[in-house]
């Protein structure tokens, strides 16, 4: 009985720490919700007032894509998986934020907390072109390392994409040695 009373007051702690996470973004304190928020305030996007809108989260409000779609996704590691649309109808870029890299492994006795290694910006579209002829396209498509590395935009930005971001801010969700 002590074990199960130790997990339900660790239970409301989080729920507390919930409650206060949901003032501020508005919605479930899920990680994919707190990505978004985070999106909004570290880039220059403006999300849509409906969590449920298919294909993406908002736009691009400044900058060289100005106007364009983005649907932002959060993956607490990195093992080169991604959810790809098959049917977009939009011209749509993935802002795709990970942890740690991690091949893929089980997770059990892992940790998961929420944190930020890379950020990678993908136009969906062009993606889903160069691989539907030689990966299986689904919510956890193989995508290479070779195209995680051209689409990187932090903490490296390695192919020069004109993105607009506010380092100073994305620095404090820095993973910081966190998994176990």
Same mark, same amino acid.
């Given at each position: 009985m002590e074990q199960i009373e130790e997990f339900s007051q660790l /239970?409301?702690?989080?729920?507390?720490?919930?409650?206060? /996470?949901? =003032? +501020? /973004? *508005?919605?479930?304190a899920e990680k994919g919700h707190i990505a978004?928020? /985070?999106a909004s305030k %570290?880039?220059?996007? *403006?999300?849509?007032? &409906?969590? &449920?809108?298919?294909e993406y989260d908002g736009r691009f409000n400044s900058g060289s894509l100005k106007g364009k779609l983005v649907d932002? =996704? +959060?993956?607490? %590691?990195?093992?080169h998986l991604l959810n790809i649309?098959?049917?977009?109808? &939009?011209? %749509? +870029?993935?802002? %795709?934020?990970?942890?740690? +890299?991690e091949t893929a492994q089980s997770s059990r006795d892992k940790d998961r907390p929420f944190c930020i290694s890379n950020i990678y910006l993908f136009n969906e579209n062009e993606l889903y072109m160069e691989? =539907?002829?030689k990966v299986?396209?689904?919510?956890?498509?193989?995508v290479k390392k070779k195209y995680w590395d051209e689409n990187e935009i932090y903490p490296n930005n390695k192919e020069n994409l004109d993105i607009e971001l506010n380092r100073e801010a994305i620095e404090l969700f820095r993973?910081?040695?966190?998994?176990?």
């Open positions: /239970i409301n702690q989080r729920n507390e720490i919930d409650h206060k /996470i949901v =003032k +501020y /973004i *508005e919605w479930p978004e928020w /985070i %570290v880039f220059p996007i *403006e999300l849509n007032g &409906n969590s &449920n809108q298919p932002i =996704k +959060y993956h607490a %590691v990195n093992n649309n098959n049917k977009l109808t &939009n011209d %749509v +870029y993935l802002l %795709v934020f990970t942890g740690p +890299y691989l =539907k002829d299986k396209i689904s919510v956890a498509t193989s993973c910081k040695n966190t998994l176990s």
